[in-house]
């Protein structure tokens, strides 16, 4: 059982196993509330390992009976389970246990979800199966017999015999139990066949309940895709005959990379142009890949700990990204990426959570599936590989794979590769894995007798734990630009290493302008304060996508803030500007639709925050919704021609091109609402025959709240569709007006189809109020008492997503006294109850920095 103990683990105390498994077999006897386990495991002494007592982990398993080599032996109950006396030299444990799948809430190890039996193992859940080594480090091949009289039974690697009421599988590439899955249920399929490049036919199935099988498509597309993106990118090829996708209702995570059986939460591979919008296809297609990529970055290859976490997963999202960006538009994925970032690893990274990508200690390794090790590990992987080139990088990865394949790694390993590969030192750059907090980048420029100087500094504020920070190796890509617009220098990588360093540029009689850190080359906040001209002029003729949309970003976000502070500034430019651009019909729709797009409720506080204001969310809201009223009265004949212009003809297609224009006439559809009462919104709402534009319809008309009739006809015609109605319950929670956001979401969480227990279902709700910047902090304090009520009713039945979601609370520090106070008490609350989780306990006292 999990104990409010905070025991912590540290990397610095790492030992191998004392063993090492040549075969496991597993039985498995299903049965809702008495589940039999029966395992054979042979075991052999580690060389690597100092001898030590012989420790299996074991967690709510009631254990039937256990011997060695054959003789029934009884195992002395350990923390967190169980130590026995074993022979010197190999010998084969057997074990059985029971486990109740049907009470297990939690959503770790062997659980039901809708009569389904299925499993998620990582980090720590195949304790909960059986006794085990429950840890990366520890590999080896799997072979599985399920017996249930439920039709499909599914387990790791290929299938070698079934019959009535029992399947048997074989796992021959050696594995970690974190990697380790079983489904079982009355699932059909959608089938297809891959040849690899070296002509292995692959059977691929997509496994769902009876009703979704129209869902199934796109995904299977996806995945395709990924498997000939990975042999043309990477070199990289699946090993097994057959591998299989399954859609689970009841899901913590996104999806699961178990070896050959993905699990996955059916909002991230469902999908019909009638029931998912875009962002839903374009976000499964980038969750697909990730967890294909996985069977090379994560499987073949693992991490010897989970201290190593972001070794496959910061490689994994960085391989995604690229997948993504191939896909659909680099400058685009660019952007969302970045957006991304900022929204949710530099908001952990600027407070009491900040740790680094490699963590040096944790209580529970669930709090650690963080932005920090998942987006911050991918764009370190970016920066090495500006630094030492595509080749470099290509020819490093070709080392990795050939170096580990088969086994547990660490960062350590990794870096090697690069040096060996490609004769850099990286002794500077690995701080990256160790230094939490985000370097913030000054910049000073001057120009002289044709030279242009540009002076850089960095600095990494404080984070726990870590006063003092050391500088960081910061690839910073720079382009110059003449005074006329025209491109004089092309992009650079200036490699800033000390905490000041000029570099300098000759022959340039003009005093050029700067497009700094272009691409986002690495995760910094730029401290350069620019005129609303140098934006403007950046906005229309700077050559990088990424850096000519941070331009105009900048200068709505000065624009905002000067409006949030009540200070005066000419807007002129700015209207200007997006005008000019919006009415470039050269650019990428995908592109303007960003470009309209402000920044959040929370980025504004944020940005504040840093300024060393105290941001009040009301104010906020009421700021940025009056410049969208002003852009919408200034822009609106052009904002109307695009409307008009930017409809798809034919079919709904998912595809990037026009995912793009229906995002420009979503972008524009949102202004013009707020001019013609809602107009236009109605019209589209009852015209539309895709998701995507009957949801973007429905979210124009309660922005402006007249959606109540369209709110009612959503929901009787979708109230059969779980996907569609988390929706539903999503929207209303994270558009609620900050007055009316408590009863909103009393009447949502007293609604029937409010399944509390369903980790997507108390996520659109109550993942939406946290979302929701204004009504979350509202002065009455009425949205911290709501979260903490619920997350004090879900840690018993699900720890993890109670932790994950406390994370709402994080930002606490940057507001005024009154707000500071409630949230301390509701977070003080949840730390008082008895009983309180592992997990839960951990993330409440980080957050209050006890
Ligand atoms: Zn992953």
Redesign the pocket.
């Known amino acids: 059982m999990k104990d409010a103990g905070q025991r912590r683990i540290h990397l610095a105390d790492y030992r191998p196993f004392s063993h090492r498994i040549t075969q496991v077999s597993l039985t498995f006897r299903l049965a809702p509330e008495a589940t039999r386990v029966i395992s054979k495991i042979a075991f052999e002494p580690n060389p690597g390992a100092e001898p030590g007592p012989f420790f299996l982990h074991g967690e709510e398993l009631r254990l039937v009976g256990a011997r060695i080599d054959g003789r029934d032996v009884t195992p002395e109950p350990a923390e967190g389970g169980i130590t026995c006396a074993v022979p010197e030299g190999p010998f084969v444990w057997e074990a059985e246990v029971e486990i109740s799948p049907a009470t297990n809430t939690a959503l770790e190890g062997l659980y039901m979800s809708n009569g389904m039996y299925c499993t998620q193992c990582e980090a720590e859940g195949f304790r909960k199966i059986t006794y085990y080594p429950d840890r990366p480090d520890v590999m080896a091949p799997f072979d599985v017999r399920i017996e249930s009289d439920l039709p499909v039974l599914l387990s790791n690697g290929n299938p070698v015999a079934s019959g009535p009421g029992w399947a048997e599988w074989e796992d021959p590439w050696p594995k970690p139990a974190y990697l380790f899955a079983l489904v079982a249920g009355d699932l059909v399929n959608h089938p297809d066949r891959f040849t690899t490049r070296s002509g292995r036919d692959v059977a691929l199935n997509i496994w769902v309940r009876q009703g979704d099988l129209g869902k199934c498509a796109f995904g299977m597309d996806a995945l395709k895709r990924a498997m000939v993106w990975d042999e043309r990118v990477y070199g990289r090829e699946y090993d097994l005959d057959v591998f299989n996708i399954v859609a689970v209702d009841d899901f913590n995570m996104g999806?699961?990379?178990n070896k050959g059986l993905n699990i996955f939460n059916a909002s991230a591979v469902l999908a019909s142009p009638q029931t998912a919008t875009d962002a839903n296809f374009e976000r499964i297609e980038s969750i697909i890949a990730?967890?294909y990529f996985?069977n090379w970055t994560?499987n073949r290859i693992t991490c010897r700990d989970w201290f190593q976490l972001c070794l496959?997963?910061g490689l994994?999202?960085f391989r995604d990204q690229q997948f993504s960006g191939d896909e659909r538009s680099r400058a685009v994925q660019r952007i969302n990426d970045v957006l991304a970032l900022r929204a949710r690893q530099f908001r952990e990274d600027n407070g009491p959570l900040a740790h680094p990508v490699r963590p040096e200690s944790f209580v529970e390794i669930n709090n650690f599936y963080t932005a920090t090790i998942?987006e911050k590990g991918a764009e370190v992987i970016g920066m090495l590989r500006r630094l030492v080139g595509d080749e470099g990088y290509a020819r490093a990865l070709d080392l990795y794979f050939t170096r580990h394949d088969g086994q547990a790694a660490t960062i350590e390993d990794w870096l090697k590769v690069f040096e060996d590969a490609t004769g850099r030192d990286l002794s500077q750059f690995r701080l990256w894995y160790s230094q939490a907090g985000t370097p913030r980048i000054g910049v000073e420029e001057s120009h002289a007798d044709g030279t242009y100087t540009l002076t850089l500094t960095q600095e990494t504020p404080p984070t726990p734990g870590q006063p003092d920070k050391a500088p960081l190796l910061i690839p910073v890509a720079v382009g110059l630009l003449s005074p006329e617009g025209a491109e004089v220098v092309p992009t650079r990588v200036l490699e800033l290493s000390q905490p000041r360093q000029s570099f300098t540029f000759e022959g340039l009689t003009a005093r050029p302008v700067a497009s700094i850190l272009r691409g986002f080359s690495a995760p910094v906040i730029m401290q350069r304060k620019l005129s609303a001209e140098i934006c403007a002029f950046l906005l229309a003729h700077d050559t990088d996508p990424f850096s000519k949309w941070e331009a105009g970003r900048a200068l709505a976000k000065d624009l905002l803030v000067c409006r949030i502070a009540g200070k005066p500034a000419s807007e002129a430019a700015c209207f200007d500007a997006l005008e000019a651009l919006l009415r470039d019909d050269d650019l990428d729709p995908a592109f303007r639709a960003l470009t309209l797009s402000l920044p959040g409720e929370d980025d504004l506080a944020q940005t504040l925050f840093d300024a060393g204001r105290t941001p009040d969310p009301i104010v906020i809201h009421a700021a940025r919704r009056a410049f969208r009223g002003d852009i919408a009265a200034r822009l609106g004949e052009t904002l109307a021609r695009l409307y008009d212009q930017m409809v798809t003809p034919g079919p709904y297609r998912p595809d990037a091109k026009d995912a793009g224009k229906r995002a420009l006439r979503q972008a524009a559809l949102g202004y013009l609402s707020l001019n013609d009462g809602g107009a236009r919104a109605t019209a589209q709402y009852r015209r539309a025959d895709n998701m995507t534009e009957q949801l973007g319809a429905l979210t124009c008309l309660l922005d402006i709240a007249r959606a109540d009739d369209a709110l009612e006809a959503f929901r009787n015609q979708w109230r059969g569709d779980r996907l569609v109605m988390d929706k539903w319950f999503g929207l209303q929670a994270s558009m609620a007006a900050p007055d009316a956001t408590e009863t909103v979401i009393g009447c949502l969480t007293e609604d029937d189809a409010f399944d509390w227990k369903n980790p997507n279902r108390f996520r659109s709700v109550l993942g939406g109020l946290a979302a929701n910047a204004a009504g979350f902090h509202h002065p009455s304090g009425a949205g911290y008492r709501l979260l903490a009520d619920w997350l004090i009713r879900l840690d018993p039945v699900n720890p993890q997503t109670t932790a994950r979601m406390a994370t709402a609370f994080e930002t606490w520090r940057r507001y005024d006294a009154d707000r500071q106070g409630m949230i301390r008490e509701a977070l003080e609350r949840i730390a008082a109850r008895p009983g309180l989780s592992r997990d839960t306990a951990e993330m409440v006292s980080r957050i209050l920095g006890d």
């Open positions: 999806a699961m990379e990730h967890e996985h994560g496959k997963e994994t999202v998942y």
